[in-house]
């Protein structure tokens, strides 16, 4: 589920310039910025819903060392099963994770329970610019400043998902977080809801 290095952290370097090849698995559709294969399928809820299904067509056993981390990718990436791409085959692969003695009250307790005083407040600031568009009530859009994003920011946005508050609004079908992660570059992050396309 990484397109690009940089949403490696600190593993970035070592795979930049490790000599092996790169393969990376997702459910995003899309380019890659650097050199690799790529296993994708756009239509799956999450990439632990595409690696599950390619451990078991490979005959790879699910035990909970297995199971517990694609849990994790599954809940993250569909949202705790919020997003659009869910469907009855993705709750299967849940239920066959399940299966494997993962106890789901305790993965998400650490996933809830995981965030710092610091990080909610930089996230507490960004919503303070959330705003409906002027001249589109269907959009939402709120900014992260580069200073937000050096005090504790970057933790906002991994632990509060920050953009799904903006399609939270009543009315509002698609929203985007501006971020800034350093002055003069901005990205977007975006979501929509109701079946409306973002791209």
């Not at 981390?69 to 469907?87: I, Q, R």
């Not at 050096?150 to 079908?173: F, K, Q």
Request: one cysteine or more; hydrophobic letters at 45%.
């Amino acid at each position: 589920d990484v397109s690009t290095p940089r949403r490696l952290g600190p593993f970035e370097a070592a795979v930049r310039t490790s000599p092996e090849p790169a393969v990376v698995f997702d459910h995003h559709d899309g380019d890659s910025e650097f050199e690799c294969l790529r296993i994708v399928d756009v239509e799956a809820g999450a990439t632990g819903q595409v690696l599950c299904d390619l451990f078991e067509a490979w005959s790879v056993p699910l035990t909970l060392d297995v199971a517990e981390p694609l849990y994790v990718a599954l809940v993250a990436d569909t949202g705790s099963f919020n997003y659009g791409k869910t469907t009855p085959h993705t709750h299967h692969v849940a239920a066959r994770l399940l299966e494997a003695g993962i106890d789901p009250l305790a993965v998400h307790g650490r996933l809830e329970g995981s965030r710092t005083l610091q990080a909610v407040r930089a996230g507490g600031d960004v919503l303070r610019t959330l705003t409906i568009d002027a001249s589109d009530a269907r959009l939402a859009h709120a900014t992260m400043t580069a200073a937000q994003f050096a005090d504790g920011g970057a933790d906002a946005l991994d632990m509060l998902d920050l953009v799904n508050v903006t399609i939270s609004l009543r009315g509002v079908l698609a929203g985007v977080l501006f971020v800034e992660p350093s002055p003069g570059t901005t990205r977007l992050s975006m979501r929509s809801k109701g079946g409306t396309s973002i791209v």
